[in-house]
């Protein structure tokens, strides 16, 4: 069965500081997806990024950054040089290899304090 | 030019009533979704429709009802609505499940 562990209920920093939000996953698939996605605040949910089970280079958009590890099954989220912007719950997702069995993880909430 | 809009976004309800949420999408996505989210910011899905047919049912309530007219909507309907129906919903779609989801903002629904 999918699962996805995110071990940190509740995250507080300082503006600036950096923070890493971790996802662990378990899966019998040989290929699969993995997500993150952000809810601040207002609700809504946004997409942040899909990476699928055979690319485990890391990957890093803007203050953001991806650390895939296959062999330890974590799929960690690190905001670098963190704002207020970013206090939201972040999820972390899996899905089969072709889109089903979709899970969230618990979420974990990130409070950026000024 | 809203991708996922969901109406109403806050619903107050008393037990035993039905009730709808409306979802439409503007993307030209195939399937379309429903997550709850409890309390406790936890999301289950709850239905998958594609292209009219229903291809995932988790373990919902017969109460709850998911009707596609068309492929840009997909409506939620729920009747004898209980107390533990309180929730966020969260109406969905992808054109193709590996590039992840655009959500609507939600319908808060609050059973008294």
């Known amino acids: 069965a999918q699962k996805v562990t995110q071990a940190q209920t509740e995250i507080s920093v300082v503006e600036k500081e950096d923070v890493t939000l971790d996802c662990v996953y378990e899966t019998r698939d040989t290929t699969y997806y993995l997500f993150w996605y952000k809810q601040p605040p207002s609700g809504e949910l946004v997409f942040l990024i899909r990476r699928n089970s055979f690319d485990e280079q890391n990957e890093i958009s803007g203050r953001y950054s991806w650390n895939f590890q296959k062999s330890t099954s974590s799929f960690n989220f690190t905001i670098t040089a963190s704002q207020v912007v970013d206090s939201a719950v972040y999820f972390c997702?899996?899905?089969?290899?072709?889109?089903?069995?979709?899970?969230f993880g618990p979420g974990t909430r990130l409070s950026v304090l000024p | 030019d809203t991708a996922v809009s969901q109406t109403p976004k806050y619903l107050v309800t008393q037990m035993g009533n039905d009730k709808s949420i409306k979802c439409e999408q503007n993307?030209?996505?195939?399937?379309m979704y429903w997550y709850k989210q409890d309390s406790k910011k936890f999301l289950k899905i709850m239905f998958s429709y594609n292209n009219k047919e229903l291809i995932i049912n988790e373990t919902v309530p017969n109460r709850f009802s998911p009707k596609s007219p068309d492929k840009a909507h997909l409506n939620l309907h729920i009747n004898s609505l209980e107390l533990g129906d309180s929730a966020v919903y969260f109406c969905?779609?992808?054109?193709?499940?590996?590039?992840?989801?655009?959500f609507g903002s939600g319908t808060r629904l609050t059973v008294v």
């Open positions: 993307l030209g996505h195939d399937t």
């Open positions: 969905a779609s992808s054109q193709d499940e590996f590039y992840g989801y655009t």
């Open positions: 997702a899996l899905s089969g290899p072709y889109g089903q069995n979709f899970v």
